[in-house]
């Protein structure tokens, strides 16, 4: 089994729509994210949570809401879906330690999310 | 938000070397790390540094200079799986990274 698992793998949803994606992890991660990719623009950070009682806003939280159930489970929602979040989304985890001199600090992503708002 | 440049294509020839180098906002920076994604995939890690200097591993390498906000990755002996997308990313403030626009690295035959 993957170790960040992100639900549904692709969706259509009408504008106008409510909408959730869902990830969940085995990492035993403390930190999660939400990240939107657009083709040039790289991913921007939608929001994060460093755990269950704790939410943060990134770059482009305007039209995004989020919940974080457990320590293992950070869902997205789109309040009322407009075209222009058409994009790639990806959940993405990290341990608490980004530790001076560190090797490996870095995300593990999930597979992704292709939504399509028409 | 904080901004990473980095070239946006390079094209090598399979065997080859290839260095796609990153500059970051330095208010905040604590290290640089480099993810690999393939066409309808997910970014992979692939290096992290925080300090300064070259780190290697296998193929790829990564260098990081704070003195001059910029860093690289460096591929070597260039294979056609290679052909890609590679960010950079930026952690600020112990919290969470930045990411580049991605460099797609072309390997033709």
């Known amino acids: 089994d993957a170790d960040v698992t992100q639900t549904p793998r692709n969706r259509i949803t009408k504008t106008g729509k409510r909408i959730m994606l869902e990830c969940s992890q085995t990492k035993g991660h403390d930190r999660m994210y939400w990240y939107r990719q657009d083709p040039g623009l790289g991913l921007r950070l939608i929001y994060y949570s460093f755990d269950v009682k704790d939410i943060n806003k990134g770059e482009i939280s305007d039209g995004y809401s989020v919940s974080r159930q457990a320590q293992a489970k950070f869902s997205l929602s789109l309040e009322s879906a407009i075209p222009n979040q058409t994009a790639l989304y990806f959940c993405?985890?990290?341990?608490?330690?980004?530790?001076?001199?560190?090797?490996?600090?870095?995300?593990?992503f999930g597979s992704g999310t292709r939504l399509t708002v028409v | 938000g904080q901004s990473l440049e980095q070239p946006s294509e390079v094209t090598a020839v399979e065997g080859a070397i290839v260095q796609i180098n990153c500059t970051y906002q330095t208010s905040g920076f604590y290290g640089l790390s480099w993810y690999q994604q393939h066409d309808g995939g997910a970014p992979t890690f692939l290096s992290y540094?925080?300090?300064?200097g070259l780190e290697e591993t296998g193929r790829f390498s990564s260098f990081l200079s704070r003195s001059d906000s910029y860093g690289y990755l460096l591929l070597q002996e260039l294979q056609m799986k290679d052909s890609a997308s590679y960010f950079c990313a930026a952690l600020y403030n112990f919290n969470k990274f930045y990411f580049g626009s991605g460099t797609k690295l072309n390997v033709k035959p």
């Open positions: 540094n925080a300090l300064d």
């Open positions: 993405a985890t990290s341990d608490s330690s980004p530790g001076q001199g560190r090797f490996n600090y870095g995300y593990t």
